[in-house]
C-alpha cells in the first residue's frame, strides 16, 4: 500500500503516463482521505479514469464502476451522497440499487456539468451519453433496483439502459422489484433483442413486479426486439408491470418495439397491478408481428387483471403491425377482467389511432380498434378522440370503440372516428357479450360525435341485442357521414343484421334511453337531420370541423387541432342537450365544459 504521504506523487505519476494495475483497482486503497471528509457529498464515477478502490470523494479520486461506487455507497452507510457517472460505456456484470441514493448520469468528463441538452429537454441529444450495457449472465436485467429501502428519494437520471442483444432467454434492461419505490426521469430505456424461454417474453425496456411502485417521468423507453417463441406472449414490451404496486408512467415517450410473438408487441402492460396512472405520454406502437391465432399484432396499452387505472391525457399512434393467422387484432387501450372487486378503469382526454393491421393469412376475424372494454372490466370513457384505424383487408374492418362482455361502459363526450379508404366495414361504437354471456347490460353512450363514410357497410353502431346487451342511456349523439346509424344482431337471432339507417328507427328500436339524437348524412330527411346540405361524407365532415383531414380518412383529426369543431359548426351539435358524466370535463383540450354541452370531444361555444 502506498503511505498516505506519498499519494500526490503516486496519482501525479499517473497523469504522466504510468499505468496502473489492468484490473482497475487502486494500490491506494480508499484513496487517502475518510468518507465522511467527502466535502461535496458526491461519489464520482468515471470509466476512463476512475479505479474501483478509490474513495470516490473528488473526479481525480473517481470509482471505476458503478456497481463499485453502489457497493461502496451501501456498505459505508454513505446514504448523504449521489453518485454522479461521467459520459462512457460501462459493461456492468451484477449492477443493483438497493439504497435510497440518488444515482446520476450524464455528466462531463472534464468539467463534471451537465450539457444544456440533457434530458428530454434538450430532446436527448445531450453529448455526454452515458450508457450502461448488461455484462452480466443471461438472464440479469442490465439493472436492478430492489427493495423496500429504495425511496423516492433514489432518483435514476441521465442513463442509457441497453438490454442485452443476443441471447436464448428474456432480456430486461431495467428491473424494479421487492417494493421499491425509485424516480426514473430523464433516461433512455431500450430492451434487448433476445429471444425468450417458452412461455416467455422475447424482451422488456421496464420489468416492474414484487409490489415496487416507481415515478417513471420524462424518459424514452423502448421495448426492443424480442421474439417470444411459444405461449400466449409478447414478443417485445416497453413497460411491464407484473404484480406491481401504485406506478406512476408520465411525460415519458414509450415505444413497444418491433417484437415477435403471439402478441408482437406492446408499449405498457398492466398485469395483476394496483393504482396505475399513466398520462401525458406518447406512446407508439408497431412495426411487429402476430405469430399466434387470434394474437395481437401490436397493443398501445394493456390492462390485464389490473385493478383501478387512470389513463388520461395520452397519444397513442398505432403503426403497421402484422399478423401471421387469420384471426388477429391490433389495440390503443384494452381493459379486461379487473382483479378487484369495484375495480374502473378511467380512460380520459387521449387521443387515439388504432393503428393499420396486414394479414398474411386468410382473415377470418380481423379487429382494429382505439379502445376495448371486455371480460367485467367497469370502463369510463370520456372526451377521447378516437379514430378505428385500418385492417388493410378486405371483407373486415376497424370498429373504434369495442365493448365486449362489460361490467359497465360510460362513454361520454367523445369523438369516434371509423373512416379508412382501404376496409370494407367500418363501425364507430360495437356492443356484444360474447367472451361472458350475460354481460354488457351497463352501457351508456351520451354526447359523442360519430363520423364515418357512406360505404353500405358502415354503421355508427353495431348491437348484439342477441347475447344480452342493454343501453341504459343511447342519447343525444351525433351521426355524421353514415348512411345508417345502427346494425343490430337480434333481438332473436344472432348472425342475422337488422339495419336501422335513421334516428327514428334507432328511438323506435330502444325506448325510451334513446332520444335527443342528431344526424348529418347526405339526403338526410327525417326529423332528426340537422338542416345542413352535404353532397358525401367528406363534405358533411367538412361542415364539422376546422379541417377534416380528407386524405389521411380522418386521421389528423385526432391529433394536435385536429378535433377542433368550424366555428360556423351547427348549433345542434355545439348546444346540445347532452347530459354528460363530471369527468367529461376538461375536454380534449383542456378546456372545462359548461352546459349546453358540446358534442364530442371538443368544448365550444361558436357555432352556426
Not at 503516486?10 to 486503497?29: H, K, Q, R, Y
Request: net charge negative; hydrophobic share 40%; charged share 15%.
Amino acid at each position: 500500500m502506498i503511505p498516505r504521504g506519498l499519494l500526490p506523487l503516486f496519482l501525479a505519476a499517473v497523469a504522466c503516463g504510468e499505468s496502473l494495475p489492468a484490473d482497475n483497482t487502486s494500490p491506494a486503497g480508499d484513496g487517502g482521505r475518510p468518507h465522511d471528509a467527502c466535502d461535496d457529498k458526491i461519489i464520482y464515477v468515471s470509466a476512463d479514469t476512475g479505479r474501483d478502490g478509490f474513495d470516490g470523494c473528488a473526479p481525480d479520486r473517481a470509482v471505476h464502476t458503478i456497481a463499485g461506487a453502489v457497493g461502496l455507497v451501501a456498505s459505508k452507510k454513505l446514504l448523504d451522497r449521489e453518485i454522479h457517472v461521467c459520459a462512457g460505456k460501462y459493461a456492468e456484470a451484477s449492477l443493483s440499487l438497493v439504497v435510497p441514493v440518488p444515482l446520476r448520469g450524464g455528466y462531463n468528463c472534464q468539467t463534471w456539468t451537465r450539457s444544456d441538452t440533457f434530458g428530454k429537454k434538450g430532446g436527448f441529444t445531450d453529448p455526454n451519453v452515458t450508457q450502461i450495457e448488461n455484462a452480466g449472465p443471461p438472464g440479469n436485467p442490465t439493472l436492478l433496483i430492489s427493495g423496500a429501502a429504495v425511496t423516492r428519494a433514489a432518483i435514476v437520471d441521465g442513463f442509457t439502459v441497453l438490454g442485452l442483444a443476443t441471447g436464448n432467454t428474456s432480456s430486461v434492461a431495467v428491473a424494479v422489484g421487492d417494493s421499491a419505490m425509485p424516480v426514473l426521469s430523464d433516461v433512455v430505456i431500450v430492451g434487448g433483442g433476445t429471444t425468450g424461454d417458452s412461455n416467455a417474453f422475447g424482451s422488456a425496456g421496464i420489468d416492474i413486479t414484487a409490489g415496487a411502485a416507481p415515478e417513471i417521468k420524462d424518459s424514452d423507453i423502448r421495448g426492443g426486439s424480442g421474439i417470444s417463441p411459444s405461449g400466449f406472449v409478447t414478443g417485445s414490451i416497453a413497460v411491464r408491470l407484473h404484480d406491481a404496486g401504485a406506478v406512476q408512467l408520465h411525460d415519458s415517450k414509450v415505444t413497444s418495439g418491433t417484437g415477435t410473438g403471439y402478441s408482437g408487441s406492446t408499449g405498457v402492460l398492466v398485469e395483476a397491478s394496483n393504482g396505475v396512472r399513466i398520462e401525458r405520454n406518447e406512446i407508439d406502437y408497431g412495426g411487429s408481428t402476430s405469430t399466434g391465432d387470434g394474437g395481437g399484432g401490436a397493443e398501445g396499452i394493456n390492462l390485464a387483471n389490473s385493478s383501478d387505472a387512470v389513463i388520461q391525457d395520452n397519444v397513442l399512434r398505432g403503426g403497421l403491425a402484422k399478423c401471421a393467422m387469420g384471426r388477429c387484432g391490433m389495440f390503443g387501450i384494452v381493459a379486461t377482467a379487473p382483479n378487484a372487486p369495484g375495480a374502473t378503469v378511467r380512460i380520459h382526454r387521449n387521443r387515439i389511432y388504432a393503428g393499420d393491421l396486414e394479414m398474411a393469412g386468410d382473415p377470418l376475424l380481423v379487429l382494429t380498434t382505439a379502445i376495448e372494454v371486455a371480460a367485467d372490466a367497469d370502463a369510463i370513457i370520456t372526451s377521447n378522440a378516437l379514430h378505428g384505424g385500418s385492417t388493410r383487408t378486405v371483407g373486415a374492418g376497424p370498429v373504434t370503440i369495442f365493448v365486449d362482455s362489460a361490467k359497465r361502459a360510460l362513454i361520454h363526450g367523445n369523438t369516434i372516428i371509423a373512416v379508412s379508404s382501404v376496409s370494407a366495414k367500418n363501425h364507430g361504437l360495437e356492443v356484444a357479450s360474447v367472451a361472458r354471456a350475460g354481460k354488457s347490460k351497463d352501457i351508456s353512450v351520451v354526447g359523442n360525435l360519430f363520423v364515418g363514410a357512406e360505404s353500405a357497410n358502415d354503421s355508427a353502431l353495431y348491437t348484439r341485442t342477441c347475447q344480452g346487451v342493454v343501453y341504459t342511456a343511447l342519447a343525444s349523439n351525433a351521426f355524421v357521414g353514415f348512411p345508417g346509424v345502427e346494425l343490430e344482431e337480434g333481438p332473436s337471432e344472432c348472425g342475422t343484421t337488422v339495419d336501422h339507417p335513421g334516428v327514428s328507427d334507432l328511438e323506435t328500436r330502444y325506448g325510451t334511453p334513446a332520444h335527443g339524437n342528431l344526424a348529418l348524412r347526405p339526403a338526410c330527411s327525417e326529423p332528426a337531420c340537422i338542416p345542413r346540405a352535404c353532397t358525401n361524407s367528406d363534405d358533411c365532415a367538412g361542415i364539422v370541423f376546422v379541417a377534416w383531414d380528407k386524405t389521411g380518412a380522418g386521421t389528423k383529426n385526432v391529433f394536435d387541432d385536429g378535433p377542433r369543431l368550424s366555428a360556423t359548426a351547427p348549433c345542434a351539435l355545439v348546444r346540445s342537450d347532452a347530459m354528460l358524466d363530471a369527468t367529461a370535463s376538461p375536454d380534449v383540450f383542456g378546456t372545462a365544459r359548461d352546459m349546453p354541452f358540446t358534442v364530442g370531444a371538443h368544448e365550444t361555444v361558436a357555432c352556426q
